[in-house]
């Protein structure tokens, strides 16, 4: 069955203690990663795709990296607008399937 | 470039009656997709049209429709309510679908009392 979890389902964090955010999925046919962004009362922003095993993509603060089975969304001395619910999702070849997210809280 | 553009904003409904969402796409996407966000479930995928087509569907009762116009333009129906359609709906845009990025509206808070 194909699914998409994200871990830890909520984090906080000091302002500039970097953490690391897990995407893991099981879908066959890998056609790419995406990550998104967040806020309350918003729609998702797109942040990155990542799309082969090795892959790293950053963003200011951020640097995603994808393995066989999981991504990580690296956080480098993070700040208070860092706060959001970061959503990782894969496209299989019906549909895409999101994780619950990651909400995130970055306490000046 | 204007963004994804969703209309309502907010829609407070009765039990039983039906409701109809707008999604505008960005200017040359073809393709969109409409998603339920709940609290406890997260995005969940709908279905998505593409060149006013739907390609694929997901999981959801029949009372969820769609269409898409010529100009890319879509609406999403839902017919006799229910007080577990209360939720956030989001369309997305991409140029052509499939695995590419898909860029998201606002969202339109639906809540059925």
Redo the contacts between chains.
Sequence with gaps: EDQVTQSPEALRLQEGESSSLNCSYTVSGL??L?W?RQDP??????LF?LYSAGEEKEKERLKATLTKKESFLHITAPKPEDSATY?C?V?TQ????????TSLTVIP | KAG?T?TPRYLIKTRGQQVTLSCSPISGHRSV?W?QQTPG?????LF?YFSETQR???NFPGRFSGRQFSNSRSEMNVSTLELGDSALY?C?SSFVG??T???????T?LTVV
């Design positions: 056609r790419g995406f998104y009362g918003k729609g998702p922003e797109f795709t959503l999702a496209p019906n549909q895409f399937y999101f994780g619950t997210g | 994804v969703q997709s998603y479930q997260g995005l969940q995928f998505e694929n569907k997901g989001l997305a499939e695995n990025e898909a860029f998201f509206g606002q969202g808070r």
